[in-house]
């Protein structure tokens, strides 16, 4: 072979080299966006996995789908905060109040139906005022009771005060069991809760003989079940699935005294390196089957108008047009939680 020829050949295995290295087999040329997911670790991640992690990846099967989990909203908005300038999260499933702080601090980016087409089937309740992100799911507050000790379920939040001392588990504030607890016992007192919580305070301080724990440990659903305590409030998602396991030893009561919603937004992180692929995501988030899907699953209620359950599970959640939702104002509530946390220190646990 002429030195000419060796010399084109050694090009040539140069080139072929070179274009492997960058994009050949073995390389990143051609794999899959992946899109990384921040929300509720455990029971949680579980479900929303089975439930619409993964129909999402048979339906997109050029998108993998990373779930990051974190413990509560206030560990995400942490995590959120200190990698703000070089995100690594693109979608966050987060409280809506702490989500408010976020979209003030400039964490989250808007969407439009332009990009998320199924905003639109969004119900009002679970819509964003400033276009940020939506209601993923509807959660709401629950009367728990241990079915084997108590011969006669209760009805509303306010049996609880008919209750044996000592047989109650209460989560109080900061956590936001006991922040709905109060919104529900203002109500019911008549008071406008943004006005003021001192008759609130005082009638919740009639409670506190009747409490064995404020801090059920590990959980409130936990508590009820191993018969620590014979009845406690909780959110209706997690008494659900905690129910069936427990072959109904724990009992869940929808309150007749009011209903008081606790909502997840779904959002998109401003900068993130997925972006497309996030939007995506939350689209079909929002998509009447993941939403039906979730709802089977682990009994969240649907944030969408065109979600169609099975009559089973509607009888396990409640729904957005109940007549006796009550109101609540979560992003009025994110500057009272300090406030109202230390209001319940001094009058109701140290009362």
Known sequence: ?????????????????????????????????????????????????????????????????NFVPAQNSAEMLGKLRSEKANPTVDVAIIDTSVANTGNKEGIFSKITEDEVPNLANVVDMGKSADGYGPAVTFDNLVVLHNTEKVPQAPNEVGDLWNAPDKSVAIPAPPDIQGIALTVLTANNLGDDYKQSIDPAIAKLGE???????????????????????QYAIG??????????????????????????????????????????????????????????????????????????????????????????IVDIDWNWMSDERDSWTEQWRRGVIGG
Request: aromatic letters at 8%.
């Open 235 to 324: 959110w209706n998602a997690r008494a659900q699935v905690f129910s069936d396991e427990s072959g109904g030893t724990l009992g869940v009561v929808q309150p007749e005294d009011g209903v008081a919603f606790q909502i997840n937004t779904i959002n998109a992180v401003e900068g993130a390196k997925n972006a497309d692929a996030a939007k995506t995501f939350i689209d079909f988030a929002l998509s009447k089957e993941a939403q039906e899907s979730f709802a089977d699953t682990m009994f969240y209620t649907p944030t969408v108008s065109n979600a169609e359950l099975s009559e089973d599970t509607k009888k396990r959640v409640a729904s957005p047009e109940d007549p006796n």
């Open 207 to 229: 409670l506190a003989p009747k409490v064995t724990t404020w801090d059920p440990q590990p959980d409130v659903y936990q508590t009820v079940i191993s018969g620590q305590a």
């Open 1 to 65: 072979m002429s030195k000419k020829s060796l010399l084109s050949a050694a090009v040539l295995v140069a080139a072929i080299s070179a274009v492997s290295a960058c994009g050949g087999s073995g390389s990143d040329a051609g794999a899959n966006t992946e899109v990384n997911i921040l929300g509720y670790a455990a029971l949680f991640e579980d479900k929303y996995t089975e439930a619409v992690i993964s129909k999402f990846e048979e339906e997109h099967s050029e998108i993998d789908v």
